[in-house]
């Protein structure tokens, strides 16, 4: 088995590293491969207790230690022990993708298009009067006045102009 197809198998997205080799990244660590039919998971953390605690959950759960560090390092395991791979997956902190039934995938593609079409900005949009200025924006005219079309409230009193 490969990165390719454990991915496949479990619904994770496989990228390439600096190096170019293939790898399932996570927030905690990433999940790579081997050889000799097993896989490897590399962990980082930013405390020392941290890994300590995380390692003593996976050598108890069947891993192998493969570098230790302060705080951080790699452990083995069977790719095809399920208990291990959910651990591992958990560990590293992978997100797994969903799947959608066709219902649930036409309801999120309905909301979706939902969200993302125009919406009007006030009542006088919606109703379709006015020239798309939210109530309350002001407006230039001719004359320089300056006004607030939604209640005509005059701001250059000084002018002299008045709006009817």
């Not at 969903?98 to 979706?112: G, K, M, P, W």
């Not at 009542?123 to 379709?128: F, K, Q, R, W």
């Amino acid at each position: 088995m490969n990165v390719t197809q454990f991915a496949e198998q479990h619904r994770l997205k496989v990228r390439r590293d600096d190096c170019s080799e293939k790898i399932i990244s996570g927030k905690a660590g990433h999940v790579y491969e081997n050889g000799d039919d097993r896989f490897g998971i590399c962990l980082m953390f930013k405390s020392a207790r941290k890994w300590m605690s995380v390692q003593r959950r996976l050598l108890a759960a069947g891993f192998t230690l493969g570098q230790g560090g302060d705080s951080e390092g790699t452990l083995l395991f069977d790719p095809t022990n399920a208990d291990q791979v959910a651990i591992a997956i958990r560990e590293s902190r992978i997100r797994q993708r969903r799947v959608l039934s066709e219902d649930a995938r036409i309801a999120l593609a309905d909301r979706l298009n939902r969200k993302n079409s125009p919406r009007p900005r006030n009542a006088n949009e919606a109703s379709g009067q006015g020239n798309g200025h939210p109530v309350g924006k002001p407006e230039r005219f001719a004359e320089n006045t300056l006004y607030f079309r939604g209640n005509l409230k005059l701001f250059s009193e000084k002018r002299g102009v008045a709006v009817g």
